[in-house]
């Protein structure tokens, strides 16, 4: 049935452009943060650009739809808006991912730009579906009783069918879908490409091949079970946007020594770091655009302990033996399960016990699922962090350093301070102490201060519009740059100005109705505090938005024992200054 047996691993400097694909395919590629091809890519692209009908035996997560995806999309014509590929998966959600990645994969293909892709499952109205193949599409991917009915009605042909991949052959066994298959590959041409990709190969499957592919070349990837024992792996469901708050949480109240972020593209790396730098950790990025100086320097770094968290791509790490990497946090999900595995391999090492955790849009539950399949363990899930959790692991550390600094330090000098201060300002020690506690802790509370629901944020008054300014505490901004840089940018009489709402990274700002396209044109090309701003209207959209800060300031506030203008039932901190 087959000719070949493809065992030779693959070399870990194959690129995808070695494979043969398109500048189109390439760019899109480095865009979505694809750096290497896995062992199922390498062997299986080069043959199916070459023509030739494959069986592909590997397991769910190993990177099987763009080993079949980016061949099919190279090799189709643009310029024809009619059915050329076809793609069978067994469930719905199967289909509706396999799809989404032609459409990205897509990108550049083509005069418009995209390649038509739809995708056809019970459950959606037929008739919805029957308007896009009218209109023309080059790729169905879909599930084989809605390809059965679209055959039997007339509209869907497959004359011009000139690929044909059938995903995930052993579930489509299992659900009693193998007929349909059959049926499904008897309508199409006899001068045709078909891939077939299955975790096992059964007699069944084996006859199915037999039937319909010619003289396939058979692609095989070792199927292992890689576990790590030693490594506590946990998963968190979070949405895009929630991310980087949800990382900090996780920070501020896990016990870790050294942390390890990964992210898919290189400029997910660096935009990473840069936000964590931004709240006050030690952060470095780690990606294959830096040189092998530049990596062994971070690492270094690392390694003494110079560095607290890096954040790095899958090719940027590989390889990587840091005994004090403690938490392993998949910030971007991985391409496959393989990943997954070198991923959290890097933490939980000699013995060591580790931390892994694994970020988990709606979208990418399938993945997850995949994943446990593959390591035959399960990952268990975890609540985001409060804001109670978080001062309570402030405190609990502090309280720490305080006991370490009682046993180990000599205080008599202190102690001296402390009592004449408390003698001359008729005050108890505990104040006192209280107060160096304060002053120890600068500028970083003990309380996490809490952030405003949108509903909580005041409206602005009528005739009011409230900007977002990217500019806040962490620039040294003050309400004085803020009246400072809109009445002498912008041209706002300094009386007009609102009320001004400064956060940690953000700040929010009110001018009249009647200034504020003039504010956002010029504010454009103004600076604060020596940095450039960002002006947009504010629209509170949800946790995470840009709209709704990281951390809230004090904000602005009136003299002492001027008007509360606070807005009923809003939190005293991070009150604005309405004037």
Same mark, same amino acid.
């Given at each position: 049935m087959a000719d070949t047996t493809e065992q030779a691993a693959t070399k870990a400097e194959t690129s995808f452009a070695d494979l043969g694909l398109s500048e189109p395919l390439l760019k899109v590629l480095a865009e979505v943060g694809y750096e290497a091809p896995t062992p199922i890519q390498a062997k299986t692209i080069p043959a199916l650009l070459e023509g030739r009908d494959l069986i592909g035996q590997a397991q769910t997560g190993t990177g099987k739809t763009a080993a079949f995806a980016l061949p099919m999309l190279q090799r189709l014509d643009p310029k024809l808006a009619e059915v050329q590929a076809l793609v069978l998966a067994p469930t719905r959600e199967l289909a509706i991912q396999v799809a989404e990645a032609f459409h990205v994969y897509s990108r550049y293909i083509g005069d418009r730009g995209r390649i038509g892709v739809l995708p056809v499952y019970g459950g959606q109205p037929i008739d919805r579906q029957q308007q896009r193949l009218q209109r023309g599409v080059h790729?169905? =991917?879909?599930? %084989?009783?809605?390809?059965?009915?679209?055959?039997?009605?007339?509209?869907?042909r497959l004359d011009k069918i000139r690929h044909v991949a059938i995903d995930e052959a052993d579930e489509m066994l299992k659900m009693g879908f193998l007929e349909d298959v059959e049926w499904i590959l008897a309508q199409a041409p006899e001068e045709r490409q078909i891939a077939l990709f299955s975790a096992t190969l059964p007699p069944e499957i084996r006859r199915v091949a037999s039937r319909?592919?010619?003289?396939?070349?058979? +692609?095989? +990837?070792?199927?292992? *079970?890689?576990?790590?024992?030693?490594?506590?792996?946990?998963?968190?469901?979070?949405?895009g946007p929630q991310k980087l708050e949800?990382?900090?949480? +996780?920070?501020? *109240?896990?016990?870790? *020594?050294?942390?390890?972020?990964?992210t898919r593209m290189k400029t997910g790396a660096a935009e990473l770091a840069d936000h964590l730098n931004g709240r006050g950790y030690s952060a470095e990025a780690l990606h294959g655009d830096?040189?092998?100086?530049?990596r062994e320097t971070v690492l270094r770094r690392l390694r003494s302990g110079q560095v607290e968290i890096v954040v790095a791509t899958d090719v940027a790490a590989r390889g990587l033996d840091v005994e004090r990497i403690s938490h392993v946090v998949n910030y971007d999900m991985p391409h496959d399960v393989e990943s997954y595995v070198h991923r959290i391999g890097r933490t939980g090492r000699a013995g060591r016990t580790g931390v892994a955790i694994l970020f988990v849009a709606p979208r990418e539950r399938r993945m997850l699922q995949d994943i446990e399949r593959f390591t035959?363990?399960?990952?268990?899930?975890?609540?985001?962090?409060?804001?109670?959790? =978080?001062?309570?692991?402030?405190?609990?550390?502090?309280?720490?350093?305080l006991r370490k600094t009682l046993k180990e330090e000599d205080l008599e000098l202190y102690l001296t301070l402390v009592e004449e201060l408390a003698e001359e300002e008729g005050l108890d020690m505990a104040e006192v102490a209280a107060a160096a506690a304060r002053l120890a802790r600068g500028d970083k509370p003990l309380e996490m201060e809490i952030e405003p629901e949108p509903q909580q944020v005041a409206a602005p008054q009528g005739g009011m519009v409230r900007l977002f300014l990217s500019a806040g505490r962490r620039n040294g901004v003050r309400p004085a740059d803020i009246v400072g840089a809109v009445a002498n940018?912008?041209? =706002? %009489?300094?009386?007009? +100005?609102?009320?001004?709402?400064?956060?940690?990274?953000? *700040?929010?700002?009110?001018?009249?109705?009647?200034?504020?396209?003039?504010?956002?044109d010029r504010m454009s090309r103004a600076t604060i505090r020596g940095r450039p701003v960002e002006a947009r209207i504010a629209r509170p959209e949800g946790p995470g938005s840009p709209e709704r800060p990281d951390r809230p300031s004090q904000g602005f506030r009136p003299p002492r024992g001027g008007p509360d203008r606070r807005p009923p039932g809003a939190p005293r901190r991070g009150d604005g200054w309405r004037r």
């Open positions: 790729v169905v =991917v879909g599930t %084989p009783g809605r390809i059965m009915d679209h055959l039997r009605r007339g509209t869907l319909h592919l010619r003289n396939p070349v058979m +692609i095989e +990837i070792e199927r292992r *079970t890689l576990t790590v024992p030693e490594t506590e792996q946990r998963y968190l469901n979070v949405h949800a990382l900090t949480r +996780i920070l501020e *109240t896990e016990s870790a *020594t050294a942390v390890l972020v990964f830096m040189n092998q100086a530049q035959k363990q399960r990952i268990e899930p975890m609540r985001m962090p409060t804001q109670a959790d =978080v001062a309570a692991r402030r405190m609990a550390m502090f309280k720490e350093s940018e912008a041209g =706002v %009489p300094g009386k007009s +100005i609102g009320a001004i709402d400064i956060y940690d990274n953000f *700040t929010f700002v009110e001018v009249p109705e009647e200034y504020r396209d003039q504010v956002l």
